[in-house]
Protein backbone atom coordinates (compact mmCIF):
# COMPACT_ATOMS: atom_id res chain seq x y z
CA UNK A 1 0.00 0.00 0.00
CA UNK A 2 0.92 3.24 -0.67
CA UNK A 3 3.02 5.34 2.50
CA UNK A 4 3.62 9.01 2.68
CA UNK A 5 6.28 10.12 5.90
CA UNK A 6 7.56 13.63 7.10
CA UNK A 7 9.89 13.61 9.93
CA UNK A 8 8.10 14.24 12.89
CA UNK A 9 10.14 16.06 14.79
CA UNK A 10 9.09 19.60 15.66
CA UNK A 11 11.54 21.97 13.65
CA UNK A 12 12.83 25.36 15.42
CA UNK A 13 14.26 28.41 13.55
CA UNK A 14 14.89 31.69 13.65
CA UNK A 15 12.94 34.48 11.75
CA UNK A 16 14.90 35.37 8.43
CA UNK A 17 15.68 31.63 7.83
CA UNK A 18 15.09 29.05 5.08
CA UNK A 19 12.63 26.60 6.91
CA UNK A 20 13.21 22.98 4.84
CA UNK A 21 10.67 19.78 5.62
CA UNK A 22 10.84 16.33 3.93
CA UNK A 23 8.31 14.47 2.51
CA UNK A 24 9.14 10.75 1.63
CA UNK A 25 5.97 8.41 0.17
CA UNK A 26 6.72 4.69 -1.77
CA UNK A 27 4.93 2.73 -3.73
CA UNK A 28 3.05 4.53 -5.73
CA UNK A 29 3.58 6.65 -8.99
CA UNK A 30 2.89 8.50 -10.81
CA UNK A 31 2.49 10.92 -7.99
CA UNK A 32 0.80 14.12 -7.09
CA UNK A 33 2.22 15.81 -4.15
CA UNK A 34 0.83 18.22 -1.98
CA UNK A 35 1.46 20.80 0.61
CA UNK A 36 -1.12 21.72 3.27
CA UNK A 37 -0.68 24.57 6.15
CA UNK A 38 -2.45 23.46 9.66
CA UNK A 39 -3.15 25.84 12.37
CA UNK A 40 -4.39 24.87 15.65
CA UNK A 41 -7.74 23.04 16.16
CA UNK A 42 -8.45 24.15 12.13
CA UNK A 43 -8.91 22.18 8.53
CA UNK A 44 -5.72 21.92 6.30
CA UNK A 45 -5.23 24.56 3.94
CA UNK A 46 -4.01 23.89 0.65
CA UNK A 47 -0.38 25.76 -0.58
CA UNK A 48 1.32 24.04 -3.37
CA UNK A 49 1.15 20.76 -5.67
CA UNK A 50 3.77 19.33 -7.75
CA UNK A 51 3.66 16.49 -9.91
CA UNK A 52 6.26 13.75 -10.47
CA UNK A 53 7.78 15.21 -13.55
CA UNK A 54 8.19 18.71 -12.65
CA UNK A 55 11.51 19.40 -10.77
CA UNK A 56 10.29 22.91 -8.37
CA UNK A 57 7.19 24.92 -8.16
CA UNK A 58 7.01 28.08 -6.40
CA UNK A 59 4.81 30.64 -4.98
CA UNK A 60 6.10 33.71 -3.39
CA UNK A 61 7.84 32.96 -0.50
CA UNK A 62 7.33 28.60 -1.13
CA UNK A 63 9.33 26.32 -3.03
CA UNK A 64 8.43 22.82 -3.43
CA UNK A 65 10.69 20.33 -5.48
CA UNK A 66 10.75 16.72 -6.24
CA UNK A 67 12.91 14.01 -6.54
CA UNK A 68 11.83 10.96 -7.95
CA UNK A 69 14.80 8.79 -7.35
CA UNK A 70 14.33 9.79 -3.40
CA UNK A 71 10.68 9.46 -4.11
CA UNK A 72 11.43 12.75 -1.78
CA UNK A 73 9.95 16.49 -1.67
CA UNK A 74 11.65 19.17 -0.12
CA UNK A 75 9.37 22.26 1.21
CA UNK A 76 11.36 25.21 1.55
CA UNK A 77 9.88 28.66 3.06
CA UNK A 78 12.36 31.26 2.53
CA UNK A 79 12.52 34.58 4.76
CA UNK A 80 10.67 32.89 7.20
CA UNK A 81 8.19 35.20 10.04
CA UNK A 82 6.91 34.22 13.09
CA UNK A 83 3.14 34.16 11.06
CA UNK A 84 4.30 30.91 9.07
CA UNK A 85 4.63 29.57 12.48
CA UNK A 86 2.06 26.13 11.69
CA UNK A 87 1.90 22.24 11.05
CA UNK A 88 2.67 21.54 7.74
CA UNK A 89 1.50 18.54 5.85
CA UNK A 90 2.17 16.54 2.72
CA UNK A 91 -0.13 14.58 1.35
CA UNK A 92 -0.29 12.31 -1.91
CA UNK A 93 -2.77 12.51 -4.30
CA UNK A 94 -3.88 8.85 -5.86
CA UNK A 95 -6.06 9.72 -8.90
CA UNK A 96 -6.91 6.54 -10.32
CA UNK A 97 -8.38 5.41 -7.08
CA UNK A 98 -10.85 7.78 -7.44
CA UNK A 99 -9.20 10.79 -6.17
CA UNK A 100 -7.79 9.24 -2.87
CA UNK A 101 -5.89 11.69 -0.71
CA UNK A 102 -3.48 10.89 2.06
CA UNK A 103 -1.15 12.57 4.59
CA UNK A 104 1.88 12.38 5.83
CA UNK A 105 1.52 12.98 10.15
CA UNK A 106 2.58 16.44 9.73
CA UNK A 107 5.64 18.85 10.37
CA UNK A 108 5.51 21.04 13.20
CA UNK A 109 7.24 25.16 12.51
CA UNK A 110 7.70 26.98 15.06
CA UNK A 111 9.52 30.66 14.11
CA UNK A 112 11.34 32.70 16.70
CA UNK A 113 11.76 36.49 16.33
CA UNK B 1 -17.96 32.99 2.60
CA UNK B 2 -17.47 29.31 3.61
CA UNK B 3 -17.59 26.89 1.22
CA UNK B 4 -17.21 23.39 3.31
CA UNK B 5 -18.92 23.79 6.28
CA UNK B 6 -19.33 21.74 9.06
CA UNK B 7 -21.42 20.95 11.90
CA UNK B 8 -21.65 21.13 14.59
CA UNK B 9 -17.91 22.67 15.21
CA UNK B 10 -17.90 20.72 18.91
CA UNK B 11 -20.05 17.56 19.75
CA UNK B 12 -20.36 15.69 23.07
CA UNK B 13 -21.78 12.43 23.07
CA UNK B 14 -22.18 9.63 25.58
CA UNK B 15 -20.37 6.38 25.32
CA UNK B 16 -22.22 4.19 23.00
CA UNK B 17 -24.74 6.74 21.47
CA UNK B 18 -25.02 6.95 17.87
CA UNK B 19 -23.63 10.32 16.83
CA UNK B 20 -23.76 12.10 13.58
CA UNK B 21 -21.69 14.85 11.63
CA UNK B 22 -22.82 16.65 9.07
CA UNK B 23 -20.67 18.74 6.04
CA UNK B 24 -22.06 20.51 3.17
CA UNK B 25 -20.10 21.72 0.40
CA UNK B 26 -21.21 24.73 -1.99
CA UNK B 27 -18.26 24.17 -4.67
CA UNK B 28 -19.87 21.42 -6.37
CA UNK B 29 -17.24 19.39 -6.23
CA UNK B 30 -17.33 15.31 -7.56
CA UNK B 31 -15.19 14.24 -4.69
CA UNK B 32 -15.31 14.43 -0.43
CA UNK B 33 -13.34 12.94 1.87
CA UNK B 34 -13.58 12.13 5.49
CA UNK B 35 -10.60 12.25 7.67
CA UNK B 36 -10.56 11.38 11.46
CA UNK B 37 -7.56 13.27 13.29
CA UNK B 38 -6.30 12.40 15.91
CA UNK B 39 -3.37 15.26 18.25
CA UNK B 40 -0.40 15.33 16.66
CA UNK B 41 -1.24 12.87 13.86
CA UNK B 42 -1.86 12.60 10.30
CA UNK B 43 -4.92 12.80 9.19
CA UNK B 44 -6.46 9.28 8.70
CA UNK B 45 -8.76 8.91 5.88
CA UNK B 46 -11.83 6.95 6.73
CA UNK B 47 -13.50 6.91 3.46
CA UNK B 48 -14.64 9.18 0.60
CA UNK B 49 -16.74 9.60 -2.44
CA UNK B 50 -15.59 9.79 -6.34
CA UNK B 51 -19.86 11.26 -7.36
CA UNK B 52 -21.62 8.07 -5.28
CA UNK B 53 -19.31 6.04 -5.83
CA UNK B 54 -18.21 4.95 -2.16
CA UNK B 55 -14.82 3.95 -1.55
CA UNK B 56 -13.74 2.49 2.33
CA UNK B 57 -10.57 2.36 3.44
CA UNK B 58 -9.30 -1.35 4.49
CA UNK B 59 -8.68 -0.11 8.05
CA UNK B 60 -11.22 2.15 9.16
CA UNK B 61 -13.69 0.53 11.55
CA UNK B 62 -17.37 -1.07 10.70
CA UNK B 63 -18.75 1.42 13.76
CA UNK B 64 -18.39 4.33 10.84
CA UNK B 65 -20.72 4.59 8.45
CA UNK B 66 -21.32 6.91 5.80
CA UNK B 67 -24.26 8.28 3.80
CA UNK B 68 -23.98 11.26 0.62
CA UNK B 69 -27.55 11.88 -0.60
CA UNK B 70 -26.84 14.30 -2.85
CA UNK B 71 -23.62 16.35 -4.31
CA UNK B 72 -24.00 18.67 -1.48
CA UNK B 73 -24.03 16.70 1.84
CA UNK B 74 -21.99 14.10 3.26
CA UNK B 75 -22.83 12.50 6.65
CA UNK B 76 -20.72 10.82 9.03
CA UNK B 77 -22.23 8.33 11.41
CA UNK B 78 -20.52 7.01 14.40
CA UNK B 79 -22.54 4.03 15.90
CA UNK B 80 -21.63 3.01 18.78
CA UNK B 81 -18.60 5.24 19.57
CA UNK B 82 -15.87 4.63 22.27
CA UNK B 83 -13.82 6.60 24.05
CA UNK B 84 -11.15 5.81 21.33
CA UNK B 85 -13.32 7.97 19.02
CA UNK B 86 -12.67 11.18 20.40
CA UNK B 87 -10.89 12.96 17.38
CA UNK B 88 -10.91 15.78 15.33
CA UNK B 89 -13.30 14.77 12.29
CA UNK B 90 -12.64 17.03 9.06
CA UNK B 91 -14.20 16.57 5.63
CA UNK B 92 -13.10 18.11 2.34
CA UNK B 93 -14.08 18.25 -1.12
CA UNK B 94 -11.69 17.90 -4.52
CA UNK B 95 -12.85 17.96 -8.02
CA UNK B 96 -10.36 15.43 -8.74
CA UNK B 97 -11.17 15.04 -12.45
CA UNK B 98 -8.40 17.37 -12.46
CA UNK B 99 -5.06 16.01 -11.94
CA UNK B 100 -4.25 19.21 -9.90
CA UNK B 101 -7.34 19.08 -8.02
CA UNK B 102 -6.46 20.68 -3.95
CA UNK B 103 -8.67 19.77 -1.49
CA UNK B 104 -10.56 22.00 0.28
CA UNK B 105 -11.39 21.54 3.98
CA UNK B 106 -14.04 22.49 6.26
CA UNK B 107 -13.25 23.73 10.25
CA UNK B 108 -13.58 20.27 11.50
CA UNK B 109 -15.85 18.80 14.14
CA UNK B 110 -14.59 18.04 17.74
CA UNK B 111 -15.73 14.97 18.90
CA UNK B 112 -15.61 14.07 22.57
CA UNK B 113 -17.00 10.67 24.08
CA UNK B 114 -17.81 10.68 28.14
Not at chain 1, 61 to 83: E, Y
Not at chain 2, 11 to 17: D, E
Not at chain 2, 59 to 86: E, H, K, V
Request: hydrophobic content about 35%.
Amino acid sequence: SQKIEQNSEALNIQEGKTATLTCNYTNYSPAYLQWYRQDPGRGPVFLLLIRENEKEKRKERLKVTFDTTLKQSLFHITASQPADSATYLCALLIYNQGGKLIFGQGTELSVKP
Amino acid sequence: DAMVIQNPRYQVTQFGKPVTLSCSQTLNHNVMYWYQQKSSQAPKLLFHYYDKDFNNEADTPDNFQSRRPNTSFCFLDIRSPGLGDAAMYLCATSRAARMNAEAFFGQGTRLTVV
